[in-house]
C-alpha cells in the first residue's frame, strides 16, 4: 500500500497512509524492525454521541508538504460531524520524536465537546508476542516496552493532558483490543497490560464556531522507558514544528 506521507531522521521513520493514519514505525534503523508491520497508530473523534476514525469513509482527507521542509499538513473534513481536523506534523532532526500539532474547527453553531482518542496498536520487534504496555503516571503518558525497545505516546491540549486511557489484550482468544472501547467516547480504566496487548487514551477540547481548540500528539522512542523519558525532559514543540 501506498504512504502518502513519509517522516524520517535516519533512526525513526514513521508513515502514514491517505487516511492519515500511522502504518509504519521504524526505529532504531530506517526499514528495521517495523514496530507496527501495517498495523495502526490511528486517530478517532468523538462529538454530539458519534464517533468516527479517521479511516471512515466520512472523512475526507489532503496533505501536502511544507516547500523545502518534511514538515507536512493534513486536512481532514467530515461533514457528518460538523468538524474539520487539521495537523501539522513532522520528526525531530535529531532525536526519534514524532510530533503532531492538531487544530479542530467546529463547523456547526455553539459550543461543542470533542474527544479525541488515539489507539496505539504495536507488534515491538515484529511480534505481539511478551509486550506491555501501560499508563505512565509520572509523565502523563502511555508506554509500550519489550526488550531494548521503549515507545511513549502522549498528548496534551491548552487544559490538560490525558483525560482518559485504558490498556487491554488483542488479537488474542478473541479480543479486540482497546480501540472499540473509544467508539462510545468513554475508556474503561485498565492501567496495564502485558502480551499481545494494546492501549488507547482520550482528550478532551472545547470547539466554539468562532475559534479553533488546540492539541497536540507526541512518539518518541528509546531502548528503555528512562530514555525515552529523558530525551523528552526539556524539548519543546517548536524544536520540531517551528512557526
Known amino acids: 500500500m501506498p504512504r502518502p506521507l513519509v517522516f524520517g531522521n535516519g533512526s525513526l521513520l514513521i508513515n502514514l497512509d491517505a487516511s492519515g493514519q500511522i502504518r509504519d514505525l521504524f526505529w532504531p534503523f530506517v526499514g528495521m524492525p517495523n514496530h507496527l508491520q501495517g498495523y495502526r497508530i490511528r486517530l478517532g473523534l468523538w462529538v454530539d454521541g458519534a464517533f468516527a476514525w479517521l479511516d471512515h469513509p466520512n472523512w475526507s482527507a489532503t496533505h501536502h508538504y511544507e516547500t523545502g521542509t518534511l514538515v507536512a499538513t493534513s486536512i481532514h473534513l467530515n461533514e457528518e ?19 503532531r500539532e492538531l487544530s479542530v474547527e467546529n463547523l456547526r453553531g455553539g459550543e461543542r465537546e470533542v474527544r479525541l482518542f488515539q489507539n496505539n496498536d504495536l507488534r515491538i520487534a515484529e511480534t505481539d508476542i511478551g509486550d ?3 499508563y505512565h503516571p509520572f509523565t502523563d503518558s502511555m508506554i509500550h516496552y519489550k526488550g531494548q525497545y521503549a515507545f511513549l505516546f502522549g498528548g496534551r491540549t ?26 462510545d467516547g468513554h475508556l474503561h480504566p485498565n492501567p496495564i497490560s502485558q502480551g499481545s496487548v494494546d492501549s488507547t487514551f482520550g ?20 531502548s528503555s522507558i528512562e530514555e525515552v523519558h529523558q530525551t523528552l525532559r526539556g524539548m519543546s514543540l517548536d524544536d520540531v514544528l517551528p512557526l
Request: charged share 15%.
Open 158 to 183: 491548552e487544559s490538560g493532558g490525558l483525560a482518559q486511557h485504558t490498556t487491554g489484550v488483542k488479537a488474542f482468544n478473541g479480543s479486540v483490543g482497546t480501540g472499540p472501547d473509544a467508539e
Open 81 to 99: 460531524l460538523g468538524l474539520r481536523l487539521t495537523i501539522r506534523q513532522a520528526v525531530h532532526p535529531r532525536e526519534p520524536v514524532f510530533v
Open 132 to 134: 506491555t504496555a501501560l
Open 203 to 222: 482528550l478532551s477540547v472545547r470547539v466554539a464556531n468562532s475559534a479553533p481548540a488546540r492539541a497536540s500528539l507526541w512518539i518518541a522512542a528509546g
